[in-house]
């Protein structure tokens, strides 16, 4: 492991402890920590950044979309608590990147990306590094990817300004889904859905985040990215 790539381990175990109070996870499972090491950041950002890689900032992918921080990566792969045995949906492909991190960690990834030319260069990244357990699909993630629900765990990793019904519907019971929840441009809250054994559903609100919009049912108008603490 390269020394940028560790300070960049370190800073997300400095991050998780300064985010201990709201987050209730001041150490993150060995296992998250393991899959962030495995995957080489540098891999999923532009020749241009390749020097910023390891830095605990979102960075530009194009089409005025960002790979996240690799804090959040970590934060919101560690909310979900997933296992080995578990398939998991993420709506927001982007770089590719939280799908790898994931990857490590379960039997199936299932990623959705709006924008068809972000589908597939992060289709074609994920096939050249090797992972097979992750399929990528261009379209909308607001109505989820019915054929392949009930998921275990989902992740959207763009602001939403409500939370998309089909989501919740696509949790098993006892699955988790986290979600930025706010305005579109402002910082937004990440949500914790938690569905019970019995199907109900609990929401916590976790932390101040900041995202890229995700694109809602009838809305067209992706926007720019805000590049900021604890952002997206
Ligand atoms: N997880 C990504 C970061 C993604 S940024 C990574 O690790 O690199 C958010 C992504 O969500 C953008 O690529 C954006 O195009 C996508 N997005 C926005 N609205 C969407 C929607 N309704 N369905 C699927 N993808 C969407």
């Known amino acids: 492991m390269s020394k940028k790539q560790e300070n960049m381990l370190e800073t997300i175990r400095q991050q998780a402890i300064m985010t201990a109070p709201y987050t209730g996870r001041a150490v993150f499972d060995k296992r998250v920590m393991q899959a962030m090491q495995a995957v080489d950041r540098e891999m999923f950002v532009s020749e241009r950044d390749k020097d910023l890689a390891f830095e605990d900032h ?3 992918i194009g089409y005025g979309q960002t790979i996240s921080q690799p804090y959040m990566v970590a934060l919101m792969t560690d909310l979900v608590d997933v296992t080995t045995e578990d398939v998991v949906l993420e709506i927001g492909t982007g770089s590719g990147y939280q799908a790898a991190v994931l990857s490590h960690l379960v039997r199936q990834v299932l990623t959705i990306e709006k924008i068809p030319e972000l589908a597939e260069s992060a289709k074609q990244r994920l096939k050249t590094l090797g992972y097979e357990n992750i399929e990528v699909r261009n379209g909308s993630g607001y109505h989820g990817w019915k054929e392949k629900a009930p998921f275990d765990a989902i992740i959207v990793t763009a602001a939403a300004t409500h939370i998309p019904p089909s989501l919740v519907d696509q949790l098993k019971p006892g699955a988790r889904m986290v979600i930025p929840v706010g305005l579109p441009y402002m910082y937004q809250e990440l949500m914790l859905v938690t569905k019970g ?8 609100s976790v932390l101040g985040v900041s995202f890229v919009p995700l694109v809602m049912a009838d809305d067209e108008d992706p926007v720019n990215p805000c590049n900021s603490a ?3």
């Open 58 to 60: 979102p960075l530009p």
């Open 197 to 204: 054994k019995g199907g109900a559903t609990h929401t916590d």
């Open 230 to 232: 604890n952002s997206g």
